[in-house]
T-cell receptor, first 109, second 117 residues
Framework: KQEVTQIPAALSVPEGENLVLNCSFT??????LQWFRQDPGKGLTSLLL?????REQTSGRLNASLDKSSGRSTLYIAASQPGDSATYLC????????FGKGTKLTVNP | KAGVTQTPRYLIKTRGQQVTLSCSPI?????VSWYQQTPGQGLQFLFE???????NKGNFPGRFSGRQFSNSRSEMNVSTLELGDSALYLC????????????????FGDGTRLSIL
């Protein structure tokens, strides 16, 4: 049974800092891994999707990497801003997404 | 392009009642998936419908059921509500064919917050 773990559960950083969020999964037989953002009381916003054949994806200040063999992914956020404050979730797919419990990020002005 | 629409946004029910939630996917998307989010268990997959057929199912009791209509809109029904069913219910849509599932993200609605008294 696939299990996804995210560390840390919460993270507080000053504005402008570069940071890394971690995601690990137990079964390397995945088709893709997705990173989502969730604001309080809202649904999920897709940030990046990495297919199993890819090593990384980039979108603006976000970069996600995938190492299938070690069962790990990281989400790198450059030059963090207060607007980045949210819970970040990773999920392995493709269809029946299995989610981690998320990292709650607070960026302090 | 309109996003995924879920109605209603909030619901309050009492134990033993039943409830129906609705999800309209992005135009052209044929797959709709449902997830339950609770503080304790996080996000858990309920089921997925594609072309009016349930294609995948999570590990939930039979009180949780769903259906999909010919226009791809989906409904989820929970019967004999229990206190533990209090949660945010999210639906996600995607184009649906398996090859594209691997390359394209699922798009989520803002959810229905269900509270059981």
């Amino acid at each position: 049974k696939q299990e996804v773990t995210q560390i840390p559960a919460a993270l507080s950083v000053p504005e402008g800092e570069n940071l890394v969020l971690n995601c690990s999964f137990t079964d390397s037989a995945i088709y893709n891994l997705q990173w989502f953002r969730q604001d309080p009381g809202k649904g999920l916003t897709s940030l990046l999707l990495i297919q199993s054949s890819q090593r990384e994806q980039t979108s603006g200040r976000l970069n996600a990497s995938l190492d299938k063999s070690s069962g790990r992914s990281t989400l790198y956020i450059a030059a963090s801003q207060p607007g980045d404050s949210a819970t970040y979730l990773c999920a392995v797919g493709p269809e029946k997404l299995v989610f981690g419990k998320g990292t709650k990020l607070t960026v302090n002005p | 392009k309109a996003g995924v629409t879920q109605t209603p946004r909030y619901l309050i029910k009492t134990r033993g009642q039943q409830v129906t939630l609705s999800c309209s996917p992005i135009s052209g998307h044929r797959s709709v998936s449902w997830y339950q989010q609770t503080p304790g268990q996080g996000l858990q997959f309920l089921f997925e419908y594609f072309s009016e057929t349930q294609r995948n199912k999570g590990n939930f009791p039979g009180r949780f059921s769903g259906r999909q209509f010919s226009n791809s809109r989906s409904e989820m029904n929970v019967s004999t509500l229990e206190l533990g069913d209090s949660a945010l219910y999210l639906c996600a849509s995607s184009p649906g064919d398996r090859a594209r599932f691997r390359k394209q993200p699922q798009h989520f609605g803002d959810g229905t917050r269900l509270s059981i008294l």
